[in-house]
T-cell receptor, first 114, second 114 residues
């Protein structure tokens, strides 16, 4: 049974810092891993999707890596800005069967101080 | 192209009532999944529909039900509302089922049961 965990649960950094968010999963049999951002009371915004055959994906100041053998993914945010403050969630679809059910981590609450 | 649309955005209901939430997926997407998000439980999978068929169901009581129409729009219904049903309900849209495609979420419906 896939379990996804995220460390740290909360993070506060000053503006301009580079930071890394961690996501661990117990079952290396994954199709892909997706990172989301959620602002308070809002829906989830898809940031990056890494397919199981990929090692990295980049979008602007965001870079996500995937290491299936160690069961880890990291989200790197360069030159953080106050607007990056949000909760970041990682999720992997359940393996096997015709389903899109996502298994979510508990999220990292990020606060970027101006 | 238009994103995932959920209506209504906010709802206040009384215990014992029933409620219907609506989700219109991205045009061309045939898979719709529903999630419940609460501070204590995080994101929990409710059910998934593809081509009008329920493909997967989470561990929720029978008071929670859903359906999908031929145009891929989906509704979920909660009967005999309880205080614990207060949550943010999120809908996700994907092009196909099987866990290999990116999920896109709507802004959610905030349900408050009083």
């Amino acid at each position: 049974k896939q379990e996804v965990t995220q460390i740290p649960a909360a993070l506060s950094v000053p503006e301009g810092e580079n930071l890394v968010l961690n996501c661990s999963f117990t079952d290396s049999a994954i199709y892909n891993l997706q990172w989301f951002r959620q602002d308070p009371g809002k829906g989830l915004t898809s940031l990056l999707l890494i397919q199981s055959s990929q090692r990295e994906q980049t979008s602007g100041r965001l870079n996500a890596s995937l290491d299936k053998s160690s069961g880890r993914s990291t989200l790197y945010i360069a030159a953080s800005q106050p607007g990056d403050s949000a909760t970041y969630l990682c999720a992997a679809p359940r393996w096997g069967g015709a389903t899109n059910k996502l298994i979510f981590g508990t999220g990292t609450l990020l606060a970027v101080q101006p | 192209k238009a994103g995932v649309t959920q209506t209504p955005r906010y709802l206040i209901k009384t215990r014992g009532q029933q409620v219907t939430l609506s989700c219109s997926p991205i045009s061309g997407h045939r898979s719709v999944s529903w999630y419940q998000q609460t501070p204590g439980q995080g994101l929990q999978f409710l059910f998934e529909y593809f081509s009008e068929t329920q493909r997967n169901k989470g561990n929720f009581p029978g008071r929670f039900s859903g359906r999908q129409f031929s145009n891929s729009r989906s509704e979920m219904n909660v009967s005999t509302l309880e205080l614990g049903d207060s949550a943010l309900y999120l809908c996700a849209s994907s092009f196909r089922t099987g866990g290999e495609t990116e999920a896109f979420f709507g802004q959610g419906t905030r349900l408050t049961v009083v």
